[in-house]
Each structure stands twice: as C-alpha cells, then as structure tokens.
C-alpha cells in the first residue's frame, strides 16, 4: 500500500479540516477503503486539531479572566438608590450590571420620561456607535453626560428604556414553556407596563400565529437584519449574546451593549466580546494581541447562529434544513459563512416555508410514505398508470384488430408490437429521466432539483405522446408495407386504439405526477417565497385544470364506440366480449374521473397554499 506523501496529507488535510462531521467522516472512509494507512494519519490530524481549538477556546477564557481586572474596573460603576438624583435624572429602579458598567431605570426629569441609565466609571465608544443609527431593533441612544458623584467621576449614558426580558431570560423559560406561546412567556417575563405603540402591534400578532420555534426563527431573522444594518454603515458588535438582546413587551428584539463595538477599519484592534459566542478568527486575534488581520461582519453572524442554534436546543426542536442554515452561519471558515443579509433572508425563506408546509392539506390515507420517498412515488405511480395503458390498448387490439388480419399480417403485427415496445419504453424513460436527473443527484443543488421538479409534467406530456401516438400509423403501415395493401377501417381501429391508451395514460399519469410534484417534491425544494410559487407554478396549474376534461373523454369514448359500430358495418356489440370490454373501459373511465377529480382539488389546495402571501413578505 503506497504510502501518502506529507505534501498529499496536507492538501487532504486543509480541504478536511473546514467540512462539517458528517462529511469529514465520509471522506475519511471512502481513503479508509483506498489507503489504510493514509486515512489513519489524516484522522489522528483531524483529531489533534480538534483537541486544539478546544485548547484554545478554554485558553482564551483564561486569559480574558487573568486580564479583565487590568483592562476594567473593579466595580462596574456606583451603586445607587431609588429616589436618588445625578444630574437631571432621578433613579427608579436597578435593571443590571455588565462588566464595565451597572444599568438603572430612571426618569428624565427635563424631558418627563422613563429611560434607561447607563452608568459607568469610564469612557467607551458606545454613544458614538450607537449615534450612527436610527433604527427599530438597536437600543437608541439620547445623549451622553459627565458627572461627579462625591469624588467619583462617572459617564452616564442615556438611553431608550426597552421595558420587557432580554433573550437570556426567555432562553431559560423555553426550556419549561410546555404549550405557551412566545408572548405568553414574555409576558410572565415582563416586569413593568409597557407604553402602547400600536405599530408593534402587527409583530405581537405575527408572533402569536407563530409556533415557538418558528418565533425564535422570527426573532433571528430581525436580528440579522439589525446586523446587516450596523455592517453597513462599518459597525461591528462584536459581543453578541442572550444578554445583550432585550425583547420589548411585543417580542421585538432589540441589539444593545455596543461596549467593545468597533468600526471594521479598526477590526484588527478589537478586544473584548464573550469566549463562548466568539466567531474563532475572533479568538485567534484576541490571543495575537493584534497581527494585522481584521475581523469583518461575519464575526457577528457566528455569535448570532449560536445564540438561534441554542433557543432552538432549549425548545428541543431540530429541523435539518434549518440545522445546515446554521452550520453555515458557524462555519469555522469564515470565508463560508453568509453575511447578516443573506442569513436573514435564509432565516425568512425557511420561516415562509415552514409555515406553507403546516398549512399543506394531510397526505390522503396511506400516501404519508410519498413525503420521504418523493422519486420512488413518482416513477412506480408512473408506471403503474403505463400498465393501466397497455392492458386497454391490447384487450382492444385482441377483440378489434387481430381478428381482422391474416397469418401474415398477425406475423408482421407481433414483430411490430416486440420492437416497437422495446424502442419506446426504454427511450420514454431515459427522455423522463434526463429532463429530471437532477432529483436523481446528490450533488445537485437545491435550485437545479426544483427546476427539475417543475419539468416533470412537460416530461410526462412528451414522453407518452411520442410512445403511443406515432403507433397510431406505424402499425398499419408497416404492416401494410409488408404484406400489402389494408382496409381502411383497420386504420381507424389502430388510430383509436392507440389514441384511447395515450388519453388513460396521459390523464392518469399526469394526475399522480403532478401529486406527487405538488405535495412532495416543489415544497421539498422551493425557497419560501409565495410570488415564486406564483410565477413557477402558473403553467402546472393550468396542466392540471385540463386533466378534467381530457379524463372525461375515456367514458365518452367507451359510448362513442358502441354507438358508431353499426355506421361501420360492425356486429361486435353482439359479441359478449366486447360488451364486457365496454362496461369494464366506462367503470374505468368514470372511476379514472373521479380520481382525477380528487387529485386536482388536493393539489388545488396545495397550490393556494403555496402561493399564499406571508406576514412578513
């Protein structure tokens, strides 16, 4: 067994070491199979590395703890009393403390209002930051004021009072929520009346329709949207936290406690934040003490997917395409990770998604198998309505055409009936197969298998035309090139025949294909937007609205043929065979209807569903 070269393990490892768990261990087996060796020494790097940000990340809390009391006070700042005065704001209450500072509810005694007091023994940067917005979701800033308390000299920082939890509180009461609402949370979490504001009324009520995960999901995309706006104008947190997001009494977040926030032109000299939301490449400049590398917007959405992915934890619920969203917003490589704007659109369209699948009519009795085995329902319905198909179309050729031809011709018939049958069926599926491969592969990418699933219909329309409509006229003119001349009424039994087995084919298969594409696969696939559903499902809409009359044509036809007999010379209504083929094409025909019925309303539903605007579009 050749051994691997170290410039070979160092390649396997740097393309290794940034996938996630479960496709670093397949890799590792599939170079287990090839080179035992080989995969040994990748796996025992892998696992040194690991063991090496776990180092590093309890080294970092170390080093934070052993350096704080030299970069901080002491003491946060003063403690004070209700009632007590500094400068024109009288305190109300105590609201918490941070590391560099304590926070009280006080009144503004020139402008008559509740705010928030922050009151620190030194000077950041905070209101000047904060100064930069003008936004619903980041805690405002009024002013900022010097002032001297007996020999003391403090910073006071005035600020919007935002009356309700913070995240961190809400994190511990999802954990014993059982069957309550986010609002009901918040509200038990709510210690002081809230000023009405009737505009955040619409996001009370979106919350209230929400279930708990989907709330947090909510709560998430808003705060990456409150991101996406500080990055913009250069801001970066940098200590995003549980502790750090205050819900107002309505459920909206709120970002504040910019402390050690800098402006990314200076990213390369940040300090500060929490060990455990710290994106890595934040933790490696901490301990660099500066090497000129900078941090950029995505440190922010690192500490923001932990603090979703751990609500989610508290609620107990996982979802895996919410989990890979969020495995991309903690990528250790920040070069894979999404900035605050597409996460939150990400967030948004899962959020869309999630709500239109719960609102999708339940799959009919014993069709729940066809959500997790979408490809495998499609191509055995698809096949069986074939069947359905051919057994129509031969039954009729046996009473109705075989009768009418000589040895020879039979001869030619057979032969034509095995060709034909082995080109058809096998070009018919690759064609399907083809239009659609993408649902066939696991490297195909979201967008592919949806526009995939939207060809299934199209597909299906060519496939079944091109295999029985040209036998219509292939049979009689091969037959008749071969043996001579036919009659012409063979020609109109061989037009019908084959045109009766393409109405049942087609109408049955497009309505179990179409199904199959409204209820399992499109939603699979698609983003969340309801104009999107709109725009991509209009052609399907109207496919399946004419199924009804297509299908209502094959009773018509089992009529049609009994009555246009006799006008062609005909006698086989007095044979008790084809009057048995006819009673059993009409049951088929009706029971084919109503079937298609059914399914065009379900997926009616579905489709309304679908295409439903949301709170938040």
């Known amino acids: 067994m050749k051994k691997l070269t170290w410039s070979e393990v160092g390649a396997l490892f740097d393309e290794l070491v940034i996938q996630g768990a479960v496709e670093r261990e397949r890799r590792i087996e599939e170079l287990r199979r090839l080179n035992p ?11 040194a590395h690991d063991r090496a940000e776990g180092f590093i990340e309890k080294r970092v809390e170390k080093i934070y703890a052993s350096v704080a009391p030299s970069l901080v006070p002491a003491s946060p700042g003063p403690t004070l009393t209700v009632g007590q005065r500094v400068l024109h704001f009288e305190i109300l209450g105590f ?7 304590k926070v009280y509810l006080a009144r503004d005694l020139e402008l008559e209002r509740q705010v928030a007091l922050k009151i ?3 000077s950041n940067g905070e209101a000047r930051a904060l100064a930069h917005f003008c936004l ?13 308390l007996g020999d003391e000299s403090l910073r006071l920082l005035c600020m919007q009072f935002v009356s309700g939890p913070t995240l961190a509180q809400l994190g511990n009461e999802l954990r014993g929520s059982g069957s309550r609402t986010l609002p009901q949370m918040i509200d038990r979490l709510a210690k002081r009346d809230a000023i009405f504001d009737p505009n955040a009324l619409k996001w009370r009520e979106q919350l209230s329709t929400l279930s708990v995960p989907q709330g947090i999901v909510r709560m998430g995309a808003r705060l990456a949207e409150i991101l996406d706006h500080a990055h913009a104008r250069g801001v970066l947190h940098l200590d995003i936290k549980p502790a750090n997001i205050l819900l107002d009494p309505y459920g909206r977040p ?3 406690d910019f402390n050690v926030s800098v402006h990314e032109t200076a990213a390369e000299q940040g300090f500060g934040g929490t060990p455990y939301y710290m994106a890595p490449e934040q933790k490696r400049l901490f301990l660099s003490k500066g090497d000129g590398r900078k941090l950029d917007g995505r440190a922010d ?23 890979r969203i969020l495995a991309r917003a903690t990528a250790a490589d920040f070069e894979n990770r999404p900035s605050a704007k597409v996460l939150s659109e990400e967030l948004c369209s899962w959020l869309r998604r999630s709500q239109a699948l719960a609102e999708l009519p339940p799959l009919p009795r014993g069709f729940g198998w066809i959500w997790n085995y979408p490809m495998t329902a499609f191509v055995s319905l698809t096949l069986f309505s074939q069947v359905i198909a051919s057994v129509i179309n031969i039954t009729y050729n046996h009473l109705h055409i075989v009768s009418l031809l000589d040895s020879a011709q039979m001869e030619v018939f057979l032969s034509c009936v095995a060709l034909y049958n082995a080109v058809t069926y096998p070009l018919g599926v690759a064609a399907v197969i083809w239009a659609i ?9 979201t967008e592919a298998r949806r526009r995939a699933a939207l060809r299934i219909p199209c597909a299906l329309i060519i496939m079944i035309s091109v295999g029985w409509l040209p036998g219509a006229w292939l049979f009689p003119a091969i037959i008749e090139y071969k043996t001579g001349a036919l009659a012409a009424d063979i020609y109109w039994q061989f037009a019908f025949s084959f045109s009766l087995a393409w109405l049942v084919s087609l109408t049955t298969s497009l309505a179990v ?7 399992a696969l499109y939603p699979r696939y698609w983003r969340g937007e309801s104009q999107l559903a709109a725009d991509e499902l209009k052609w399907c809409a109207s496919v399946h609205h004419s199924l009804l009359f297509a299908a209502a044509l094959i009773p018509m036809a089992g009529i049609l043929l009994a009555v246009v007999m006799e006008p062609f010379g005909y006698s086989l209504m007095d044979q008790e065979s084809f009057k048995i083929f006819l009673t059993v094409l009409v049951g088929f025909g009706v029971a084919n209807l109503l079937l298609v019925q059914r399914l065009s309303q379900y997926v009616d539903r579905v489709f309304i569903a679908l295409k439903r605007p949301r709170a938040f579009d």
């Open 136 to 148: 619903d979701g980041i805690v405002h800033v009024y002013s900022e004021h010097a002032a001297r």
């Open 513 to 519: 294909g179409l199904f199959v594409l409204a209820r």
């Open 120 to 122: 620190s023994r030194a």
């Open 37 to 47: 060796f080989g995969a040994e020494e990748i796996s025992s790097l892998l696992s």
């Open 95 to 101: 609201l918490g403390e941070g590391s560099i500072a």
């Open 301 to 323: 959405v690192f500490a923001l997917g932990v603090v979703i992915g751990d609500l989610l934890k508290a609620a107990g619920f996982t979802e895996p395409v919410l989990e």
């Open 437 to 445: 491969r993408a649902l066939f592969q696991k490297s195909a990418s």
């Open 254 to 256: 709120h970002l504040s």
